[in-house]
Nanobody, 117 residues
Framework: QVQVVESGGGLVQPGGSLRLSCVVS????????VTWHRQAPGKQRELVAG???????NYGDSAKGRFTISRDNARNTVYLQMNTLNPEDTAVYYC???????????WGQGTQVTVSS
């Protein structure tokens, strides 16, 4: 049974930073492409950043230059370092893990990020 668990969300002031973590358990982590998405109230879910099993990264326009995605295969974890946060970054952040062998997606429950003074 594959489980995806996000953590690290919270309340931060504008200009601040947060680091989100996504732990994928129950399977061989190295075969997963992992992506972060976010959904703000009344808006569609959007891609924030992704990292492949070979460490190739991609970012959504809102994340470029401010967020960094990385992975630690020894810890089955993907990190999303978010800097220079602004109120528009307020959303629930979701982690998706895609098994690249069989093409199945697994989603976490999400972690709330609120940027407010």
């Amino acid at each position: 049974q594959v489980q995806v668990v996000e953590s690290g969300g919270g309340l931060v002031q504008p200009g601040g930073s947060l680091r989100l973590s996504c732990v994928v358990s129950g399977s061989r982590f190295s075969i997963y492409t992992v992506t972060w998405h976010r959904q703000a109230p009344g808006k569609q879910r959007e891609l924030v950043a992704g990292i492949s099993s070979t460490d190739r990264t991609n970012y959504g326009d809102s994340a470029k230059g401010r967020f960094t995605i990385s992975r630690d295969n020894a810890r089955n974890t993907v990190y999303l370092q978010m800097n220079t946060l602004n109120p528009e970054d307020t959303a629930v952040y979701y982690c998706n893990a895609r098994n690249t062998i069989i093409g199945i997606d697994y989603w976490g429950q999400g972690t709330q990020v609120t940027v407010s003074s």
